[in-house]
């Protein structure tokens, strides 16, 4: 069915607005990007108050320990954070010729990720929305491995293009999930020793469990413990951190599903393990995730469905920076 027609102007709005934004940003030098993404980021937490307050509410729900002062600053950050990676995706161009430097990948990290493609039976390479994942792509993409992502296609088909393009031209494939052929592309990818990047930090609509996220149940897609205990592809988990001197640093880490017998149970206690791997790197670096995506609107039908965090995270609470206050 074909969009009403204010909407339909309202998606072109938006596509040219967004064309020329990143024609502009092109223009600017790669430190002044990044500097104004992350002023317009700042802006954009004063005036989107309805994304302002879903962040907000998330940061309550997953740290409690801190005061309204210091989540309010968290938020803001992950404003500026985003606006920041904005900048620099919008110059991939002028990151390209030092994208090895710029992103930073230990050999120690590169070890573990060709020991995994050596096995020959495909890499699930799981990561999550924190720190720039798009730089990340194009880095590990550079290798010369095949490799693909799983993406939402956008509400306008030209926005849906102009994102393929975008990672095209970083050597990074696409498949498109909701098209009835995504789970089909994954497996045809891992069947060539491809890597196949997931992104499992956000609640959809896929096949899920619901397993603890900072204490709280969270629904979770359970597509790469399936296949990596029914395909025996290998999982690596990957994630980037900004570093304080500009540029970025890539860190890898391999995962290992244990396998009883009982294949639901071993896909939901699999899927626990990837989740805490997640939530490790948030935690890390709590003001370079999307706060607010509404991480735990789906909820099981009784609260006793997941049990409360057990011990796991113990020493692992970030402590509130001292410089933290309320801002406007």
């Known amino acids: 069915m074909q ?79 985003l606006g920041m990676c904005a900048g620099e995706v919008f110059c991939a161009s002028q990151i390209v010729p030092q994208l090895e430097r710029y992103v930073e990948l230990p050999a120690e990290d590169e070890a573990t990720l060709r020991a995994a493609v050596a096995e020959g039976r495909g890499v699930l390479y799981l990561t999550g929305h924190v720190g720039n994942f798009e730089l990340m792509a194009r880095r590990i993409a550079a290798l010369g491995y095949p490799s693909k992502a799983i993406a939402k296609p956008a509400s306008d088909p030209r926005l849906t293009a102009f994102i393929g393009k975008m990672r095209g031209d970083g050597k990074v494939g696409i498949i498109w999930r909701g098209r009835g052929t995504a789970v089909q592309q994954i497996e045809q ?43 025996g592809a290998a999982v690596v988990a990957g994630f980037v951190f900004r570093r304080p001197d500009g540029g970025h640093r890539v860190r890898l880490e391999r995962l290992v599903p244990r396998e009883s017998g009982d294949f639901e149970a071993d896909s939901r206690a699999f899927t626990q393990v990837l989740s805490d791997a997640i939530e490790r790197a948030i935690r890390e670096a709590p003001h370079a995730w999307v706060w607010m995506h509404q991480r735990w609107k789906t909820q099981p039908p009784e609260a006793t469905a997941v049990p409360p965090a057990s011990d796991r995270h113990a020493g692992t609470e970030p402590d509130a920076p001292a410089t933290m206050r309320a801002s406007g």
């Open 3 to 81: 969009p009403r027609p204010l909407k339909r102007f309202k998606r072109l709005v938006r596509y040219l607005l967004l064309r020329v934004v990143f024609a502009l940003f092109g223009l600017l030098p790669l430190r002044v990007a990044i500097s104004l993404g992350g002023a317009l980021g700042r802006l954009g937490f004063r005036l989107a108050g309805r994304e302002r307050r879903k962040s907000l509410a998330s940061l309550a729900i997953a740290f409690p320990e801190l005061s309204e002062a210091q989540r309010y600053e968290l938020g803001r950050r992950c404003f500026e954070h």
């Open 189 to 231: 990818g891992l069947a060539a020793n491809e890597l196949v990047g997931l992104l499992i930090d956000q609640d959809t609509r896929s096949r899920a469990h619901f397993v603890d996220f900072f204490g709280r149940p969270a629904h979770t897609p359970r597509i790469v413990a399936d296949l990596a205990l029914k395909r």
